[in-house]
């Protein structure tokens, strides 16, 4: 089992709705989280990040944690059309490094 | 206040030759790594350096070293290029280590014909 693993997509939502992205993550002592997003060609750029004490919201982003599920999710609300990306969730792993997702990309329709 | 700069953006060699890239954390981080990034592994980890000392290593081959320095500056070196070696090699400082926020460069594109 892969540590980090992310549906690959495509997602595609219609401006102005919910998008949801889910990452799980196999180590049950995980205390941090990371979203990062990427646009093509482009390096990944820090969104979000929460901590294992509780779920995170900041302005159209909404970061929560499930720690019996061990999976984190990342909600978009009021997606627009600049929000079409990868979004890639990081965990620091058992061996002291940062594990990535292979992300979901996300394309949201005018 | 300035974020992490890579030097060169782009970069074409030939197999067999040997590669160095820079990369120059924001003030004040102390913790830089350095990932490879393919269309079809992902972003993988390749090591990782605080106060130029190497504190983790991903399961790359021994082609692949860095180094840091005094002003946390870092340099990696890929030796004896393969073809397989054609990725986007990104560089990210934190503060203090991985459990902090990383920030990633801009990235150095490396094309091996």
């Known amino acids: 089992q892969k540590e980090v693993e992310q549906n690959s997509g495509p997602l595609s939502v219609p401006e102005g709705a919910i998008a949801s992205l889910n990452c799980t993550y196999s180590?049950?002592?995980?205390?941090?989280f990371f979203w990062y997003r990427q646009y093509s060609g482009k390096s990944p750029e820090l969104i979000m990040f929460i901590y294992s004490n509780g779920d995170k919201e900041d302005g159209r982003f909404t970061a929560q944690l499930n720690k019996a599920s061990q999976y984190v999710s990342l909600l978009i609300r009021d997606s627009q059309p600049s929000d079409s990306a990868t979004y890639l969730c990081a965990v620091p792993g058992s061996a002291r490094q940062l594990t990535f997702g292979s992300g979901t990309q996300l394309t949201v329709l005018p | 206040k300035a974020g992490v700069t890579q030097t060169p953006r782009y970069l074409i060699k030939t197999r067999g030759q040997q590669v160095t890239l820079s990369c120059s954390p924001i003030?004040?981080?102390?913790?830089v790594s350095w990932y490879q990034q393919t269309p079809g592994q992902g972003l993988q980890f390749l090591f990782e350096y605080f106060s130029e000392t190497q504190r983790n290593k991903g399961n790359f081959p021994g082609r692949f070293s860095g180094r840091q320095f005094s002003n946390s500056r870092s340099e990696m070196n890929v030796s004896t290029l393969e073809l397989g070696d054609s990725a986007l090699y990104l560089c990210?400082?934190?503060?203090?280590?991985?459990?902090?926020?990383?920030?990633f460069g801009p990235g150095t594109r490396l094309t091996v014909l």
């Open positions: 180590d049950r002592g995980s205390q941090s």
């Open positions: 003030s004040g981080h102390r913790s």
């Open positions: 990210a400082s934190s503060l203090k280590d991985l459990y902090n926020e990383q920030f």
